[in-house]
């Protein structure tokens, strides 16, 4: 059984279609990366896959192993196992690190967490990761740089532990020293049971985790799907003429 499969997928925003006819499949274990240029529907694809109310699904379904899950709420996918990060993490300031996990693997899980054992949890899961552990008592993203934001949020990936993590342009605005750190611990906590979709214009994060397929995504529909080549023809040739090229 798949873990995600989406069928013949178009969504719109304010009725203007953005996704059309999209397919994917994703199995547990499976590293998927989809490129594309900007406006092409790459983070609509996120926003579907999660639940995101203000688009709406005009047709197509998505199953999450093996459910339709197109009426299912976000906060019941997440329940479910999907995870997405977000290209600028929020502030919120006197909210610790700390709580915000424990209360985060507490709704997701449906079930209460001793203090004592999460703190436990998340120094070790810290100590994997190599995050200094004061960022447990610092409020959530705040005064944080744009790599210690995006860490963090690897951080509550490895924490909740889910079964589908989407990384929705993770590595923007990161140099090169930040973008290997933050996916250096993706690759730390994958397990095979869970499934990753990595969405984003940069190649530069393959350096640091390989992936299963790379699908290249254009004016609302996957075009094209591989490996690593496909990254290698976007680097010499850019997007236009893809369907054709390859």
């Known amino acids: 059984m798949k873990l995600l499969d989406i069928q013949g997928l178009q969504m719109s925003v304010d009725e203007k279609q953005i996704l059309k006819n999209l397919n994917l499949s994703i199995n547990k274990g499976e590293v998927h990366v989809v490129m594309g240029p900007n406006g092409a529907g790459k983070s609509t694809l996120a926003a579907a896959i999660v639940g995101n109310p203000r688009y709406t699904i005009d047709e ?3 199953f999450f192993e093996g459910e339709l899950i197109n009426e ?3 906060y019941e996918r997440a329940r479910k196992g999907i995870f997405l990060s977000f290209q600028i993490p929020e502030e919120v300031p006197g909210l610790k690190i700390e709580e915000f996990l424990r209360a ?3 709704a997701v899980t449906g079930e209460k967490t ?3 054992k999460f703190h436990k ?3 070790d899961t810290m100590k994997q990761l190599k995050i200094n552990p004061a960022y447990a008592n610092r409020s959530l993203n705040v005064g944080f740089s744009g790599g210690e934001k995006k860490k963090n949020e690897i951080l509550q990936l490895a ?3 889910p079964k589908l993590a989407i990384l929705d342009e993770t590595d923007s605005g990161l140099d090169i020293d930040a973008t290997k750190i933050v996916f250096e611990g993706v690759s730390k906590i994958r397990t095979p049971d869970m499934g990753i979709l990595i969405i984003t214009h940069h190649n530069k994060v393959l350096d640091y985790i390989k992936p299963d397929f790379v699908h290249i995504l254009v004016d609302g529909t996957i ?3 591989g490996r690593l080549e496909l990254v290698e023809y976007i680097e010499k040739n850019g997007y236009e003429n893809i369907k054709e090229s390859l």
Request: glycine share 4%; no cysteine; aromatic share 0%.
């Open 104 to 106: 985060s693997k507490e």
């Open 159 to 161: 924490i909740l532990n």
């Open 60 to 62: 197509g379904k998505i």
């Open 121 to 123: 949890l998340l120094s």
């Open 72 to 74: 299912v709420p976000v």
């Open 223 to 225: 075009v094209k799907t």
């Open 114 to 116: 001793p203090a004592i």
